[in-house]
């Protein structure tokens, strides 16, 4: 898990980097929450995701966005995050010509500039959001959402609302040729507090099941899940 420093559009971007020993690795990206509440690349949330792509053969880059840590630059309101992510998918990329698709994984503010990004980004085949700010920010830009993918959230969480996320994932999953999972954590809050194993166990069920060969892949499932 090296230290890299790479390039951003407003100065060096800070990251930890796995390097996957296949030569035709996928490639995932991990987002941390919001700079302003303390938010880094070593969350332990971000830090559950990450680990979770390593174990299932993927290239993988965590960073930290503009002004946190060794980063350089300022807070820019998510506009200049989401041209920060662009550039760290960019380095990824140079290093991984031929990874045959990519996954975004985002948690909180994180998960936002990861669904912006997958906006713009067509190779992203799959995305894991957790805890998407769904109360304060419009997610209207995913029309349509390019990408199948995982929402969870913890049905405690006092910052945002579940109803909230539970409706952007039904919305979500609504639309033609995508899947979209809704998982509700039962008594996880906002910050997954004695709850990181059980999300866990959600992360790695989900991508285990997307990235099976078609014919060994289970039957779909309801759309909306609780785990205890």
């Excluded at 909230?164 to 997954?192: C, M, P």
């Amino acid at each position: 898990m090296p230290d890299v420093i790479f390039n951003g559009p407003d100065g060096r971007l800070e990251g930890r980097y796995h390097q996957s020993k296949k030569a035709d690795a996928p490639i995932a990206i991990v987002l941390h929450p919001h700079p302003l509440h303390g938010g880094n690349m070593n969350n332990r949330i971000v830090y559950t995701m990450y680990n979770a792509f390593v174990d299932r053969g993927f290239s993988v880059l965590r960073f930290n966005f503009r002004g946190v840590g060794r980063s350089q630059g300022v807070f820019d309101s998510g506009i200049g995050e989401l041209s920060d992510a662009a550039y760290a998918f960019d380095w990824m990329q140079q290093f991984n010509k031929n990874s045959p698709f990519c996954w975004i994984g985002g948690y909180s503010f994180g998960a936002l500039i990861s669904m912006q990004l997958m906006m713009r980004r067509p190779e992203i085949e799959g995305f894991i959001s957790i805890s998407p700010p769904a109360n304060t920010e419009d997610f209207s830009f995913l029309a349509p959402c390019p990408s199948s993918g995982l929402i969870t959230h913890g049905d405690a969480d006092d910052s945002i609302p579940i109803d909230t996320v539970s409706k952007l994932a039904s919305k979500l999953g609504a639309q033609k040729n995508i899947e979209v999972e809704f998982s509700s954590i039962k008594g996880a809050d906002h910050f997954y507090k004695d709850k990181i194993e059980l999300l866990n166990t959600e992360i790695c069920r989900y991508l285990d099941e997307s990235l099976a060969p078609e014919e060994a892949k289970p039957a779909k499932k309801a759309a909306s899940k609780k785990k205890k």
